[in-house]
């Protein structure tokens, strides 16, 4: 997209409520020295607040210092407190290593591969699961 358009996105998702059920929400990491935006953590709640599921990106040059581990770690921890939800799902193309990594780091657990077609080409998906730990 422009950079119009990506003012416009993130204008919108600033101005947007947290945590509605049945929406994902898209939360900036930033590089720690500059601020400067370098990835994204997406959260969605389900219909009846009882799920959830994280998502991330993070740009190439970023990666491999821990600033996604530790964004997705204090998105999570938000998540949990502001809401209901009994667990959180990861889903990742089982091709994609460093978010396999990621999701362990931060705790989440394997449950399940399954078969999908994702733009257009089969893949593997894992489902990697966190429950919810008030304890």
Known sequence: MSDTEALEFLDDVHRAPLFMPGHWVQL???EPESDALIGDIGLY???DGAAGEVGFTLQPASQGRGVATHAVREALQLFFSATG???VLGITDERNIPSIKLL????FKFIESRQVVFRGEPCTERVYALPR???
Do not use: Y
């Not at 362990?104 to 705790?107: A, K, L």
């Open 45 to 47: 709640l389900s219909e």
């Open 133 to 135: 730990n008030d304890g």
């Open 85 to 87: 939800v009994a667990r």
């Open 28 to 30: 900036g990491i930033a």
């Open 104 to 107: 362990e780091r931060v705790g």
